[in-house]
């Protein structure tokens, strides 16, 4: 086989390689994006159903609030719980 055409195929299948690792890349952002949209909409579905329970509930917001009370929150973040802590 001739060298330069050797070359050439070479050259080639290197761009194919380059393409496909950054579809592969850009895939695998778009699953990471989608699974944590999913994980976040399960976090919604079941922190209302919790809301809802522990409103019905008075031991099993009891137990919420005596933990609520153990939590080292980030500033700003305790006043999400007023409500619950201050009640």
């Known amino acids: 086989m001739d060298r330069s055409v050797l070359e050439e195929r070479m050259r080639i299948a290197r761009e194919r390689a380059a393409k496909w690792k950054g ?3 850009r895939l695998d952002g778009i699953k990471r994006s ?3 949209k999913r994980e976040t909409r399960k976090k919604i ?3 209302a159903w919790a809301l809802n329970e ?3 509930d008075p031991s099993l917001r009891a137990k919420l609030v005596a933990h609520l009370r ?3 929150f980030r500033k700003g973040e305790r006043e999400l ?3 619950l802590l201050n009640g």
Do not use: P
């Open 23 to 25: 579809e592969e890349q």
């Open 70 to 72: 153990t939590v080292n």
């Open 81 to 83: 719980f007023e409500d």
């Open 34 to 36: 989608e699974d944590r």
């Open 54 to 56: 522990i409103a019905k």
């Open 45 to 47: 579905w079941v922190g």
